[in-house]
């Protein structure tokens, strides 16, 4: 019985693990690209130098976010348990992190160019 017991125990079996129970929910991959974009849109409008500070974090979490989500043995069961919403979420979110960026460097360039309907001395052009 014993050596039954022992032979058993040396047969491979077949485990099915899950990927989804390890990874992030779509939920906080949104939460990590539309927070720090928001931010990184205010950075970028007022102090610039802020981007240091904000962007780096987020950065490190999406890298290794989509280097799981590309990885060829991960990924595919990723895509399977998780669906296509997800990987839109994977993608999307650095994407909407750069959005936040440029919008917010492309608004503070509106912004603190010189308005031309005034003259230098102050008043208005005809």
């Known amino acids: 019985m014993k050596l039954a017991f022992l032979i058993l125990l040396l047969l ?9 129970d390890k990874e992030s929910s779509e ?10 974009a928001i ?18 974090v987020p950065i490190l979490f999406f890298v290794a976010h989509l280097i799981e989500v590309t ?11 998780a669906g296509v919403s997800y990987l839109v979420a994977s993608w999307a979110g650095p994407l909407t992190l750069a959005l936040g960026v440029f919008l917010g ?4 360039r509106r912004v603190s160019s010189p308005n031309q ?3 230098a001395d102050g008043s208005a052009a005809a």
Do not use: C, N, Q
């Open 71 to 81: 990885d060829p043995y991960v990924g595919p069961a990723i895509a399977r348990e």
């Open 27 to 36: 939920l906080v991959v949104w939460a990590w690209a539309i927070a720090p």
């Open 39 to 56: 931010l990184a849109f205010l950075a970028a409008v007022y102090m610039r130098w802020l981007l240091l500070l904000v962007l780096p």
């Open 117 to 119: 309907s005034f003259k």
């Open 12 to 20: 491979p079996i077949t485990a099915h693990a899950e990927v989804m």
């Open 105 to 108: 460097l492309l608004f503070r």
